[in-house]
């Protein structure tokens, strides 16, 4: 599992400490078990990284850029940060 460590105005991919523990948060395992699924998920995140170019449309569902800050905030005690400048150029 990677991370990306900001550090002034340069941005670094680094490897996370507990990568190899599940994060919680797949399968069946997050539905049967929510609680403690949510628990490790805010463990593991700390802030989402938002890259995308249109976090605006209807497509986007929930996680639509006028959302997605309550309920990263309101699951995982997550913050949300917008930098489409890291977006992949569309060709």
């Known amino acids: 599992m990677k991370a990306v460590a900001c550090q002034g105005s340069r941005l670094e991919v680094i490897d996370l400490p507990e990568a190899t523990e599940c994060c919680g948060f797949g399968g069946t395992f997050a539905i049967k078990n929510a609680d403690t699924s949510m628990a490790m998920l805010g ?7 938002d890259i995308r170019l249109n976090n605006t449309s209807q497509l986007a569902g929930f996680a639509k850029k006028q959302d997605l ?23």
Do not use: G
Request: neutral net charge.
């Open 69 to 91: 800050p309550y309920f990263l905030d309101r699951l995982c005690n997550a913050a949300y940060v917008e930098m489409p400048e890291l977006a992949p150029s569309r060709a």
């Open 43 to 49: 463990d593991k995140v700390r802030t989402v990284l």
